[in-house]
Structures are given as C-alpha cells and as structure tokens.
C-alpha cells in the first residue's frame, strides 16, 4: 500500500495547529508572568537593598509618599496616593507593603489585607514582609491566619534566634487560650537572652496557666529576683524616675504620705510594696500588699506581687494560692475584653 502524505490544508490538520500555537502563547505567557514575579522577588526595589533579606523593606515601604502622608495624619490623601502607587506599581513589593499598611491604618481592612497578600507572593523569601502581612492580620483580628503566619515564620527559624516573632505568637497563643504552647515559644525566647525578663514574667504566667503552677511561680520568681541583680526594675525605674535609686528615700515618704492622706486607694500602697521588695525589705512589702489585697481583691498585680514576697519570705502555699489566683483572674479578664473587641 502505498503512503499518502497528510493535506496540511485539512480541517483537522488546521485546528491542530492552532491548538498548538494557543499551547505555546500560554506558556509563554505564564512564563514571563513568572518571570516578573521572581524579577520582582529577587531584584531591590531600592539601590543597595536586597528585597530577600533586607529588614529595613517595611521602613523603606512606608518612606514612600503615602506612607509619609498617613504618618502626618493625612488619611485620605494617604489613601489617595496608596491607590496611584499601586496602579502604578501593581508587581512592586514596596508599594504593596504601603499600600496595604496605609488601608489597614485608615480602616479599609479587605484592600489592604489583598496588597499585603500581594506583597508576599512578590517577596516570599523575606521574612520581614511575612512578619508585617502576619501582625496586620493580627491587628484587624484574624487570630488563626495570622498565628498560622507565624507559626511558617518560627518554623523557618532554624537557630531560633529571631525573638519578635516567637513573642508575637506567644501572646496571640495566650490570647487564644494555649499557654502550652505560648511557654514553648517563650522558651526559644529567653533562650536567646536570658536578660528578657518580659519574656521570663511572661513564660511563668504562661506555664501556670497550662496547669503547671509550681514551674510557673519559680520562673516568675526568679525572672524577678535576676531583674533586680542587674539593675532597677522597671516598675521601679517609673517611680524613682531620672533620679534612680539616689530618690529611694524621698519617694517612699512620697509615697507613705499619700497612703496616709488617702487610705483607701490601693495604688500607693501596692508602689510602696513593690519598693520595699526591691530593696529586700520584705515583711514591711508584705504589709503594704496585703493591705492593698483587701482594697482590691480581684487585681492580678497586686496579688502577683504579693505572691512574690510570700514565695521570697517561704510561704510557698500562700505565694502558689495568690499566683493562681491572680493568672486566673488576668485569663478572665482577657477573655472579657477579647470578646468586646
């Protein structure tokens, strides 16, 4: 028999061509869709950073003009220019970090949620812009999309050595009612700095909430007793204020004097407590916190301070009643306020 060669003028032999060539126009079009994206992952968007790892890219987004606009307070010329920006520049990293801030900051949550979204598919590689996308999902109150973010951040986080975020999803953990897991990552926090006493209070209030109340209370205790040997605490540095330890003396009578002409205000007595825990003087801090106890029953602070000096003084069944107390008072609280939120 002998071979026929195929009409290139037949009907089928037509459509299969065009076929072929839509084939080959999407692939070409997906192609250089790609390639912009990765040109727009991989290039700087500014001379001298590299969108990859730079963690200036936030700051640098928001020098942009409406950025500059929403921080002088101009919402609605922010807007304005944010919508230019990202017409503009719809494949650019920096305008859609921008963008998408300036909508979040002037309450237009879907757009500037969609920038953000946009902003890591441009840049997936930087985790700066993943963290910014994560703490805006936070900000407008999705929880679980925003701990999921995180939860991708930490676990890219291979030397754990990259605090904010494993603190960002410690406290969205604690507000979500898993304090189990928010000491865990409170845990690779103070790992990193053991002179994060934030962290130190905060994981000891986390591992009491999880059930774990002795562990808790320690950690607590000694994240209190460390921050001392090192410096002025906190609490204490905004009473003694620029003077430092050298006003000790005169605001204690500053203080004494106030719990005399006011004696049914509980806050100048629990301040007075704090001071004299600091300076170890701890029956004296007791008195002034149990009286502050009475005034006010139900406050975290008070109680967890005198859970302190109780633990400090060895009452540890005292110390453990008023810190569980005082943890499941502050979860309450929270809750409560979550819920009006």
Request: charged share 30%.
């Amino acid at each position: 028999m002998q071979n026929v060669e195929p009409n290139p003028y037949k009907k089928e032999t037509v459509a299969s061509s065009f076929i072929s060539m839509e084939a080959l126009a999407a692939v070409v079009c997906m192609a250089l869709f790609l390639w912009s994206v990765q040109r727009y992952d991989t290039m700087p968007s500014e001379k001298g950073m590299d969108d990859t790892n730079s963690p200036e890219i936030i700051e640098k987004a928001m020098e942009l003009k409406p950025g500059k606009l929403a921080a002088e307070g101009k919402m609605d010329d922010a807007v304005k220019e944010a919508s230019t920006l990202i017409d503009k520049k719809k494949y650019d990293t920096l305008a859609n970090v921008c963008a998408g801030n300036v909508f979040i900051a002037a309450n237009l949550r879907a757009d500037g949620l969609k920038y953000l979204k946009n902003s890591v598919a441009l840049s997936h590689r930087n985790r700066y812009v993943i963290e910014n996308y994560a703490e805006k999902l936070a900000e407008v109150g999705q929880t679980e999309e925003a701990i999921a973010q995180f939860e991708a951040l930490v676990s890219s986080d291979k030397d754990k050595n990259w605090v904010k975020p494993h603190l960002e999803l410690a406290m969205l953990y604690m507000q979500t009612e898993k304090p189990g897991d928010a000491a865990d990552q409170l845990k690779s926090v103070v790992a990193a700095n053991e002179h994060n006493f934030v962290a130190r209070k905060m994981r000891g209030i986390a591992l009491a909430r999880s059930n774990q109340l002795k562990q808790g209370l320690d950690e607590y205790v000694r994240a209190i007793s460390d921050e001392s040997r090192t410096g002025v605490p906190d609490a204490i540095k905004s009473l003694l204020g620029s003077k430092g330890t050298s006003a000790i003396d005169k605001v204690t009578y500053e203080l004494q004097q106030q719990i005399n002409n006011h004696p049914d205000e509980y806050v100048p007595k629990l301040r007075l407590g704090q001071l004299y825990e600091y300076q170890n003087q701890l029956n004296d801090a007791k008195a002034e916190l149990l009286d502050a106890r009475r005034l006010q029953p139900n406050n975290p602070e008070v109680l967890r301070t005198l859970a302190v000096v109780q633990k400090e003084l060895g009452e540890d069944n005292q110390a453990m009643s008023n810190f569980k107390l005082s943890v499941n008072i502050e979860a309450k609280q929270e809750k409560e306020k979550s819920k009006d939120n």
